[in-house]
């Protein structure tokens, strides 16, 4: 049984920085996907950064790239690393970890119909 759980989140002041990490334990695939997806109250659930443990490629959302920084803990399988600089207003958001088999997310890695595992979310807030 895979278990994701994130933590790092709260609240902090425009411009200021956060270091979410996520866990998947039990989860046991070679190869695979993992990503942070955000949530805002009223909107979808959108792709904010994702990596690919098989070729080791990230990729970020246009809003988000040269301030989140997306990384694996090559140590340990299944840990997930989102650093967040300049953070603003407009990142205020519930975050996500998820996590699938490379097979499932490869030709899906953006979306959360590419995703098996989730974590319940860890709550980031910037004010203004």
């Known amino acids: 049984q895979v278990t994701v759980m994130e933590s790092g989140g709260g609240s902090v002041q425009a411009g200021g920085s956060l270091r979410l990490s996520c866990a998947a334990s039990?989860?046991?695939?070679?190869?695979?996907?993992m990503g942070w997806f955000r949530q805002a109250p009223g909107k979808e659930r959108e792709g904010v950064a994702v990596?690919?443990?098989?070729?080791?490629?990230?990729?970020y959302a246009g809003s988000v790239k040269g301030r989140f920084t997306i990384s694996l803990d090559n140590g340990k399988r299944g840990t997930l690393y989102l650093q967040m600089n300049s953070l603003k207003p407009e990142d205020t958001a519930m975050y996500y970890c998820?996590?699938?088999?490379?097979?499932?997310?490869?030709?899906?890695?953006?979306?959360?119909?590419?995703?098996?595992?989730w974590g319940q979310g860890t709550q980031v807030t910037v004010s203004s």
């Open positions: 039990g989860f046991t695939s070679r190869s695979y996907c």
């Open positions: 990596t690919n443990y098989a070729s080791g490629g990230s990729d």
């Open positions: 998820a996590a699938g088999d490379y097979a499932d997310c490869n030709r899906d890695i953006w979306f959360p119909r590419g995703y098996h595992y």
